[in-house]
């Protein structure tokens, strides 16, 4: 690879945070407290990414001499290098058409839109003043979050870097954690039928045979 640097390009930065994240908040939008320190978290996570994706490279900055030592005719410090996992394995061609590229989309794409879908249950869900147990929460409890972890999942496999490797299991905590704490307010709120329900439902994996087809969990009360 012998391409020229395409780093230093701060306003694609800009302009890539901006419409990822206000993409994002589309499918999101934020209301509470809890919301909006998910969401900013997240938004933080895409920041971090385009940042070295278009700004500056500090992970192959960090990582150039065992890079160069490891793959020496690749020109690291071109666009496409970015896209580590690609190179490291051995994609001769357009890494964009390489198969962590296209499962990063697969991810990205399967993230946002569990997310628009979870949000428009559990408004209807809020508007009613009932459990939100249909739809993607027939399947886990926390679908939101999960669709998250799966947009910065994508991201990672798509453009890996030691901020966002660090930054992904620490969101992960959090969102565990936000999710704790939703529970319990849940359980406050409806008390029994809740119980019933996480004990029918994980928080954040699927069960196999749900996925495969099994039968949906009952409705409780009045959700």
Same mark, same amino acid.
């Given at each position: 690879?012998?391409?020229?640097?395409?780093?230093?390009? +701060?306003?694609?930065?800009?302009?890539?945070?901006?419409?990822?994240?206000?993409?994002?908040?589309?499918?999101? *939008?934020? *209301?509470?407290?809890?919301?909006?320190?998910?969401?900013?978290?997240?938004?933080?996570?895409?920041?971090?990414?385009?940042?070295?994706?278009?700004?500056?490279?500090?992970?192959?900055?960090?990582?150039?001499? +065992?890079?160069?030592?490891?793959?020496?005719?690749?020109?690291?410090?071109?666009?496409?290098?970015?896209?580590?996992?690609?190179?490291?394995?051995? +994609? *001769?061609?357009?890494?964009?058409?390489?198969?962590?590229?296209?499962?990063?989309?697969?991810?990205?794409?399967?993230?946002?839109?569990?997310?628009?879908?979870?949000?428009?249950?559990?408004?209807?869900?809020?508007?009613?003043?009932?459990?939100?147990?249909?739809?993607?929460?027939?399947?886990?409890?926390?679908?939101?979050?999960?669709?998250?972890?799966?947009?910065?999942?994508?991201?990672?496999?798509?453009?890996?870097?030691?901020?966002?490797?660090?930054?992904?299991?620490?969101?992960?905590?959090?969102?565990?954690?936000?999710?704790?704490?939703?529970?319990?307010?849940?359980?406050?709120?409806?008390?029994?039928?809740?119980?019933?329900?996480?004990?029918?439902?994980?928080?954040?994996?699927?069960?196999?045979?749900?996925?495969?087809?099994?039968?949906?969990? *009952?409705?409780?009360?009045?959700?």
């Amino acid at each position: 690879m012998s391409q020229s640097s395409a780093y230093g390009l +701060w306003s694609l930065v800009l302009v890539n945070s901006v419409v990822f994240i206000l993409f994002a908040y589309s499918f999101f *939008k934020p *209301k509470t407290t809890r919301d909006w320190r998910s969401f900013g978290a997240f938004s933080a996570f895409l920041v971090a990414l385009f940042a070295e994706m278009y700004g500056f490279p500090l992970t192959i900055y960090f990582l150039s001499g +065992w890079l160069q030592s490891n793959y020496p005719n690749v020109d690291w410090f071109s666009h496409d290098a970015g896209h580590l996992l690609e190179m490291i394995f051995g +994609w *001769k061609t357009n890494p964009h058409a390489g198969p962590f590229h296209i499962l990063s989309f697969v991810f990205i794409g399967a993230g946002f839109l569990l997310i628009s879908l979870a949000w428009k249950t559990l408004y209807d869900a809020q508007q009613r003043g009932s459990l939100a147990t249909t739809g993607a929460y027939d399947y886990v409890r926390h679908p939101q979050y999960v669709g998250f972890i799966l947009v910065m999942f994508g991201f990672l496999l798509q453009w890996p870097t030691l901020l966002t490797l660090v930054m992904f299991p620490v969101l992960v905590v959090m969102y565990v954690k936000l999710a704790r704490n939703e529970e319990r307010e849940a359980l406050v709120s409806f008390g029994d039928d809740y119980r019933r329900y996480m004990a029918d439902v994980p928080g954040f994996i699927p069960r196999l045979s749900r996925l495969l087809g099994g039968p949906a969990p *009952k409705k409780y009360g009045n959700g």
